[in-house]
């Protein structure tokens, strides 16, 4: 907290005195609500800190105390209030939005937001009143919701010289940015980049809960030297604490080339 000295001189030269020092602490209200982003998942429940500090008593007597939520988003030019918490009144300007009175004479003002939305993400922003004092933070919100990842067919049988493909799939994930790519892996385990003219990749999609969808397309036509290789499709989205990986075994079968041979015996 803040500290003020004040310094005491003698009153008199002619009298031995020495000079006194006394510190007065003065607590200074603060709200502390961390400094790195929250992340959470699309319809999940989400509590936001924000820890009031700096008063002198050992709990706080919520009828002298004020909170205000606000949110700033991307989209809006200004602040919106999310709930309001005055002299022990509840006031939720966001459907479920709430405050624990308990949580509060504590020094702990966190909302507690169900079922978050995509719009809600944004600046929250934590205002405290503790007469006659006034302190405020902001945490960051980040809304994300993880894909859904498949590759078929996972075992592909083909004809030498024939022509299949193999769709990697990936669903309902946000925000709208992943990455796709992927590796043949031969029957010696070596890895190696597939041509880019044989991988399709369309256009995100957006589903009606904000949600994207993408697919990527690998076209195969290969030989019967290519029996056994491994394909393999990796995603990576913020999401994933690394690259997912799924794998499809290709069967190639030399059974055309015998039917042509039998036609000249």
């Not at 007597?61 to 988003?73: A, E, P, Q, R, S």
């Not at 507690?112 to 006659?132: D, H, M, N, T």
């Amino acid at each position: 907290g803040r500290q003020k000295k004040l310094v005491m001189l003698c009153p008199s030269p002619l009298i031995y005195c020495s000079k006194y020092t006394f510190s007065i602490f003065e607590e200074t209200l603060q709200v502390l609500m961390g400094s790195t982003p929250l992340i959470v998942s699309l319809n999940d429940n989400i509590s936001i800190p924000c820890k009031i500090s700096g008063f002198n008593t050992a709990e706080l007597d919520i009828k002298n105390v004020g909170v205000t939520w606000y949110l700033k988003t991307p989209k809006a030019d200004q602040e919106e209030k999310v709930f309001t918490f005055h002299a022990g009144a509840h006031i939720s300007h966001r459907n479920g939005a709430s405050m624990s009175d308990s949580d509060l004479k504590r020094g702990n003002a966190a909302l507690s937001l169900p079922q978050i939305q995509f719009k809600e993400a944004g600046i929250y922003r934590c205002y405290v009143i503790v007469a006659p004092s006034d302190a405020h933070g902001t945490a960051i919100l980040e809304v994300v919701a993880q894909p859904e990842v498949s590759l078929s067919p996972k075992e592909v049988t083909i004809e030498s010289n024939k022509e299949k493909t193999l769709s990697c799939d990936v669903n309902k994930f946000y925000p709208n940015l992943v990455d796709i790519k992927w590796t043949e892996i031969s029957k010696n385990n070596q890895d190696s980049s597939v041509a880019a003219e044989n991988i399709h990749t369309g256009a995100s999609v957006e589903n009606e809960d904000g949600t994207f969808n993408v697919t990527s397309i690998l076209r195969l036509q290969p030989s019967l030297q290519d029996n056994g290789n491994v394909y393999r499709c990796i995603v990576s989205h913020k999401t994933f604490p690394a690259e997912l990986l799924l794998n499809s075994t290709l069967t190639v079968t030399g059974i055309h080339s015998l039917r042509v041979l039998s036609l000249f015996f």
